[in-house]
């Protein structure tokens, strides 16, 4: 690691807050898995929620519900999980794209070639994206409990402090 990426990561907040949303027509708190993975993974890493969500499959609605968080001062960074297939309802990708101010192509990279260790070529069915909203950090992942181990535990929690002071500077 060269010391410029340990500076950065010695001055990032060690805690990070965030809004974790889930994004489906079907789940409820009880049967959302996925979301509970990714409250689960924070929460034990130390990181605040300030938010947790469960928002239909609407880009207009899910586009609301982003711009409003991204506006607020205590949501650092926000956290998707769902809606990222390929079904005519999954919209998540495409609704996040239209309002990142600087996308993360190399997240969704790296999150399609660590998936690809785990199920092979079905990894690319995996439409991971992020990015930032102004200085807001904003990640996807699919539902699964699987995916969202494999997104936190390898890539979002590893660097989450990092790209949001990155994000703040």
């Known amino acids: 690691m060269s010391s410029t990426a340990a500076e950065h990561r010695a001055q990032a907040p060690a805690v990070v807050r965030c809004a974790a949303i889930t994004v489906s027509d079907t789940r409820t708190t009880e049967t959302d898995t996925g979301g509970r993975t990714l409250v689960e993974r924070l929460s034990s890493a130390g990181h605040a929620i300030v938010q947790r969500e469960i928002v239909p499959d609407d880009p207009d609605r899910l ?79 699919p539902g699964s409990p699987g995916a969202v181990r494999l997104a936190m535990d390898k890539l979002i929690l590893p660097e989450l402090g990092h790209l949001v002071r990155e994000a703040q500077r």
């Not at 690319?124 to 909203?133: I, K, N, Q, T």
């Open 63 to 141: 586009r609301a519900l982003l711009e409003q968080l991204a506006r607020r001062d205590d949501v650092d960074a926000v956290l998707l999980t769902g809606g990222t297939g390929l079904a005519r309802r999954d919209q998540t990708c495409e609704t996040v794209s239209g309002l990142l101010t600087k996308p993360l192509p190399g997240y969704g990279e790296l999150f399609r070639m660590l998936s690809y260790q785990d199920i092979g070529a079905a990894a690319m069915l995996s439409r991971a994206v992020g990015g930032l909203m102004g200085r807001t950090v904003v990640l996807t992942m």
